[in-house]
């Protein structure tokens, strides 16, 4: 079975920002240039890059991003090189675009996944958050990749702009031929964060979410489709985990930055920079610091950072707590 990014405990993976330049703009992009540059990474310094980490933690899987990393050039060398290396899997994250004409360059042999984001079933719910005439572009796409042998994954974002399209989700990723379905809750960092005020209303509560999400996922994966998606909400008394003390993920972004949980990435709160070539670890205090704490609302980052997706009992203590982002429920019938 193919490998791509797994959202579990004793697992790792490298996220890897090639660029942060994209062609689309979408009302949810996380990119933040301030935080995190606007380079375009050398090809010499992504082959560096790649060598400290994959011996940091061997046969991790490979998350290629951008921006767009089909941007990227020199991706397909990229995928070579990581192979070379003794990655454990290759993904490709795309919008759709398939620039360079990166089906051309890669085989399935060498890349496990290309995966996709689609935030709608149909062109009008996706297009309004990601833009004119991606959703078609985007389904076409996934048609090339799939006519070429490649596997394909589909990450669909869900905010309270399109929970109510994920039902309708099913015959769409059927149709398509989609192999792992990744279904993401959206969090309030990049251009979601500074959406005019509106940041809270972009969140689903927790009865929303439980009302659709879970039964989507089983339906999915009832068909045959790997499915993933984070659980969110936590009863009291369930144990939280956080994938910072559990896991080994690493998300590097162009300027060096390296963070161990996305939450953080509004903010220099990066526990490892890449100086040149070599891998540092940051002073106090940065995320490391706060992995440490155990408070009754589950994620210490959530508490910190988006907050109102927390509610109160009249005694003050939490109804539930928020679960790590990054540990995920996953659903194999296949």
């Known amino acids: 079975m193919r490998r791509t990014v797994a959202f579990a405990k004793d697992t790792a993976n490298v996220f890897l920002h090639l660029l942060t330049q994209c062609n689309l703009k979408c009302s949810h992009c996380y990119i933040n240039p301030q935080q995190h540059g606007s380079q375009r990474l050398a090809l010499a310094r992504v082959q560096g890059w790649l060598d400290v980490l994959v011996r940091r933690a061997h046969n991790a899987n490979l998350i290629l991003l951008g921006g767009e990393p089909t941007l990227y050039p020199d991706l397909a060398a ?108 959206i969090g309030l960092r990049g251009n979601s964060a500074g959406c005019n005020g509106q940041s809270a209303s972009l969140q689903v509560t927790r009865r929303q979410w439980m009302r659709t999400v879970p039964p989507v996922a089983e339906a999915v994966a009832a068909g045959g489709i790997r499915v993933a998606y984070p659980k969110v909400y936590l009863a009291p008394e369930d144990p939280f985990e956080c994938a910072g003390k559990v896991a080994d993920n690493y998300f590097v972004f162009p300027n060096g930055r390296v963070y161990r949980c996305p939450l953080c990435e509004d903010f220099a709160l990066h526990s490892l920079q890449f100086e040149e070539d070599r891998l540092t670890s940051r002073p106090p205090v940065n995320e490391q610091d706060l992995f440490q704490l155990d408070i009754a609302e589950g994620c210490v980052m959530n508490k910190l950072i988006q907050p109102g997706n927390i509610v109160y009992r009249q005694d003050g203590t939490p109804a539930y707590k928020i679960a790590c982002c990054l540990l995920k429920e996953q659903i194999d019938k296949s």
């Open 78 to 185: 990229v995928v070579k090189s990581a192979r070379d290396l003794g990655y454990g899997s290759v993904t490709i994250d795309t919008n759709g675009y398939l620039f360079n004409q990166i089906l051309d360059r890669v085989t399935p042999a060498q890349v496990d996944f290309f995966s996709f984001s689609l935030d709608g079933p149909v062109a009008p719910v996706n297009d309004a958050i990601r833009g004119e005439g991606v959703f078609s572009t985007c389904i076409e796409g996934i048609r090339q990749a799939k006519a070429r042998g490649f596997a394909v994954s589909l990450i669909y974002t869900v905010s309270s702009r399109n929970l109510d399209h994920l039902q309708d989700m099913p015959p769409l990723l059927n149709d398509l031929g989609i192999d792992h379905f990744f279904i993401q809750v």
